[in-house]
């Protein structure tokens, strides 16, 4: 898994991992989690980023349909992986 560091206003850099990539109605979308392996806490984030942006700015899901529509996504993307979503 690839990993990304985030580096929030509020606190101290953070590294997420990964786990699968997206695009939904023309946004991209991520499910990072801060573990590479073994049980965790994973989060779907958007990216609100415009496309001159040197760096991408994310945000989490928080619209109901938005993201029931993206877990359905990620879950078909990981149902071969040895991952299991659970919403």
Avoid: H
Wanted: proline residues 2%.
């Amino acid at each position: 898994m690839k990993k990304i560091t985030f580096t929030p206003d509020e606190a101290g850099p953070v590294d997420f991992y990964i786990i699968a990539q997206t695009v939904y109605e023309g946004k991209s979308y991520i499910l990072v989690s801060e573990a590479d392996a073994g049980d965790a806490d994973a989060m779907i984030l958007r990216d609100d980023s415009a496309q001159e942006d040197e760096e991408a700015l994310y945000s989490t899901v928080t619209d109901d349909r938005e993201f029931a529509a993206l877990s359905r996504i990620f879950s078909e993307q990981l149902d071969d992986e040895d991952i299991l979503l659970e919403t």
